[in-house]
């Protein structure tokens, strides 16, 4: 027997109206605020497919839902031992399509891959990796959502100026980060880094005798 020609499950626009709102209200519930930043792309190189000079400079509010953070019960811990809340290596995100377009249509229509996304609340910068439509969301024939595959944005000296403080300072940021990698203790100052050990150094035993330390 075929299904009742009395109800459309795929193309009624009313029933898809009814579907779009829902999951549109669902991420405005349960998800958080993020700030979508577009990328600028200067002398753009086709065929290397890079550009010599990234720029961030405009950055828009909107709703997300993380519907995955790799090593939620994996390797990685959510919440660091040092205290505060930390995102690592990668995420899925899913935004409402229509909200997409009314925040951002003026620019283009989906998300684009190497744009940014700032979380707020966890003070954390990604980059759009792969942009997906989630089958799952595809309800009464129409899909309503964009999935995203990010990871942790890695920072190489893109100019980022969004007029937006808290995005903006984490050039700074991005710089002490790098700098601190690439530091490495000397024992020549004493500072707070807790990788100058040279308090430790100076507080072992002096010898005469490399062979009788470590002797009663």
Do not use: C
């Not at 792309?41 to 828009?60: L, P, V, Y």
């Not at 995102?87 to 989906?110: C, N, P, W, Y």
């Amino acid at each position: 027997m075929a299904v009742s020609p009395y109800f459309q499950h795929v193309n009624h626009p009313g029933e898809q109206k009814l579907s779009e709102d829902l999951v549109v209200e669902t991420i405005q519930l349960n998800g958080v605020n993020v700030h979508y930043i577009p990328r600028e792309t200067i002398n753009d190189d086709e065929m290397f497919n890079e550009a010599e000079i990234n720029k961030f400079r405009d950055a828009r509010l909107i709703e997300m839902f993380p519907e995955r953070i790799s090593n939620f019960n994996g390797d990685g811990d959510l919440f660091s031992k040092f205290g505060g809340f930390t995102l690592t290596d990668s995420a899925t995100f899913v935004v409402a399509k229509r909200r997409f377009v009314e925040e951002l249509g003026d620019l283009f229509q989906k998300p684009r891959d190497g744009d940014l996304i700032y979380i707020d609340f966890a003070d954390q910068m990604f980059e759009i990796q792969k942009l997906k439509e989630d089958e799952n969301w595809r309800a009464f024939g129409m899909n309503n959502v964009f999935r995203m595959e990010l990871t942790k944005f890695q920072y190489g000296h893109e100019d980022i100026s969004t007029g937006i403080p808290n995005i903006d300072d984490m050039v700074s940021n991005f710089e002490i980060e790098e700098l601190d990698a690439n530091l490495q203790p000397t024992g020549v100052t004493i500072t707070d880094d807790p990788r100058d050990f040279r308090d430790f150094v100076e507080a072992l035993p002096v010898v005469d005798n490399l062979l009788e330390f470590g002797r009663d």
